[in-house]
């Protein structure tokens, strides 16, 4: 491996932002391909640390500035990486949805999908039906992924796959769900196409579901 | 046999009637009663009527003064709306950069307006069934309330970017938990809950430094003054339940995913666990026959000390069918058959 992804790759498992922002840029500078720093840098780490965290060695502040870190290089490829007409795995829209303000789990697992190289598009938090149903539209995501951690606002999942229904956008996207009280049971019987226990997960989740 | 004597009884591994049920329940009561949630979160006559409703409806062994994680957050000074009839909303941390720490005023459980209405449904359960059904008063733990000020993502990122300023947040909301958790045993608490949610989302090695010696005096304190101390971590606490036992609490809440067997196998002698019916999968959408057996199933494993209870808040909208068949199954527990 290339020493600059090398630093990189630990970079990232160390959560050190300014480390990894400085060897992406280092990297790029030595010509290595946007494409390649992405693939073998970025997402190979966050694949690891999706590991860690489904083994139990990574939680979520180990997880959560993975992600940063991810981030910090990936938002110096995006440039790049348009130029050369590198393409995302797919494109996913998230956001919690109307009535939950919470949006730890959401934000985890939208960074961890960019590790993933998918294209995020956060809609937020208290995300209403119609909000989904624009973003789609405007975005013509592969996967809408929708997050509650509340029992109480978990119904309003059925809501927005209802009005994805309504609009006839339902058959153009797959759905993937989570949240503290959300269930593969709940899952199926709303209708979702698929279910992430947690962050790890629901990449992939979303990975099988672009086939 | 009342709800104390029960509950005191079990406590010791001593035979009872049926094990207590110590479910948390929150928006249910607010609704059962047929009042709007900002009522129940900013009045404790309603928190309080609600509680007795649903106790004496349900058969519950608890009156508690638990609601909502911004009773102390809000005394700090945090901004908390109360939609009519949904959960409280805080949209920005009060400490959204560290040097914020330095502007925080510290307050006083007696004359704080959110803790002190706390306080005062802990004296209002007193005087209406104290000695008859344990009053449970409620604390956050230091870096859940840490959390509350500084917002979870920032938290859970200061663990690792800064230790030692959230050390110093920390110590200064352990004293206003101590203070407030014994404001509310003065007030005529029999238990002290101590709420630690966050404390699911970090490691074993994180908990210990920023979490349990924070318990740890928070219930030392509780215990002080002759009242009990629950712990209530929501989430999955399996590699940390050695550590939780070390808090040094009475009751130890397990949530669903918990493994109860395991834990009370190891540590059933030292403490009473309690749970761990889904409180979602089965005691929301679950059938009577589901909580029927779950219940029976966690009392049976959970040994002789354990405590009925769902892993975490019963949800609003819980089917009252559900609450009735948890009394039953409890009723016919092998070996108490009533």
């Known amino acids: 491996m290339n020493k600059n992804i090398e630093t990189i790759y630990k970079g990232i498992l160390d959560g050190d ?123 013509k995501p592969d996967i809408v992924a929708m997050s509650a951690l509340l029992t109480t606002t978990m119904p309003n999942m059925i809501h927005i796959i209802q009005a994805l229904e309504e609009a006839g956008l339902r058959k153009q996207v797959k759905v993937i769900i989570g949240g503290a009280p959300v269930t593969e049971e709940y899952a199926r019987k709303i209708g979702a196409d698929g279910f992430g226990y947690d962050a790890s997960l629901a990449v992939k989740a979303a990975r099988s579901l672009i086939g | 046999m009342n709800s104390l004597e029960r509950l005191q009884r079990r406590l010791q591994g001593e035979a009872v009637d049926r094990p207590p049920n110590l479910d948390i329940v929150m928006a249910f009561a607010a609704h059962h009663i047929g009042r709007p949630l900002s009522q129940f979160y900013i009045d404790h006559h309603v928190l309080v009527d609600a509680n007795l409703a649903v106790c004496e409806d349900f058969e519950l062994d608890i009156v508690q003064a638990i609601s909502d994680p911004f009773r102390e957050a809000a005394d700090f000074g945090l901004e908390v709306e109360f939609p009519a009839d949904n959960l409280p909303i805080n949209r920005k941390p009060l400490l959204a950069e560290p040097e914020d720490i330095k502007k925080l005023v510290v307050p006083d459980p007696a004359t704080g307006p959110r803790m002190s209405d706390r306080v005062e449904a802990v004296r209002l359960f007193r005087e209406r069934v104290g000695g008859e059904v344990p009053i449970m008063g409620w604390v956050e733990g230091a870096l859940a309330e840490a959390a509350d000020l500084r917002s979870v993502y920032l938290t859970m990122t200061d663990l690792i970017r800064r230790p030692e300023w959230l050390e110093e947040l920390l110590e200064i909301c352990v004293q206003v938990e101590i203070a407030f958790a014994r404001a509310q045993v003065q007030a005529g608490a029999d238990i002290i809950g101590l709420g630690d949610a966050v404390a699911s989302q970090i490691s074993p090695v994180m908990y210990r430094r920023f979490a349990l010696p924070y318990e740890q005096r928070i219930f030392q304190a509780v215990h002080e003054i002759g009242a009990l101390a629950r712990l209530h971590i929501c989430g999955n606490t399996n590699r940390i339940i050695a550590d939780m036992v070390a808090s040094g609490a009475d009751i130890i809440d397990l949530d669903w995913m918990v493994d109860m067997k395991s834990a009370a196998g190891q540590f059933g002698d030292k403490v ?34 354990s405590i009925s209870g769902a892993g975490c808040e019963v949800p609003d909208g819980t089917p009252e069918v559900n609450f009735h068949t948890q009394t039953r199954a409890l009723c016919k527990i092998e070996g108490i058959d009533q």
Not at chain 1, 54 to 59: D, S, V
Not at chain 2, 281 to 286: E, F, V
């Open chain 1, 17 to 139: 932002q300014h480390l990894v922002a400085q060897q992406v840029t280092d990297a790029l500078n030595a010509g290595l391909s946007p494409d390649m720093i992405l693939k073998e840098g970025l997402v190979a780490a966050m694949s690891e640390v999706g590991r860690l965290f489904e083994n139990g060695e990574y939680y979520v502040p180990e997880m959560l500035i993975a992600a940063r870190a991810m981030q910090a290089g990936l938002k110096l490829l995006k440039p790049g990486l348009a130029e050369t007409g590198v393409k995302a795995v797919g494109r996913v829209i998230i956001g919690t949805v109307a009535g939950d303000l919470h949006d730890i789990g959401k934000n985890l697992v939208g960074m961890m999908l960019e590790g993933a190289g998918f294209e995020v598009i956060d809609l937020g938090t208290d995300v209403k039906p119609e909000a989904y149903v624009n973003a789609v539209r405007e975005h």
């Open chain 2, 272 to 305: 009473s666990f309690l749970g761990n019916v889904d409180p979602v999968a089965i005691m929301l959408q679950g059938t009577p026959e589901k909580v029927y057996a779950a219940t029976q199933y966690c009392m049976t494993v959970g040994g002789p000390r």
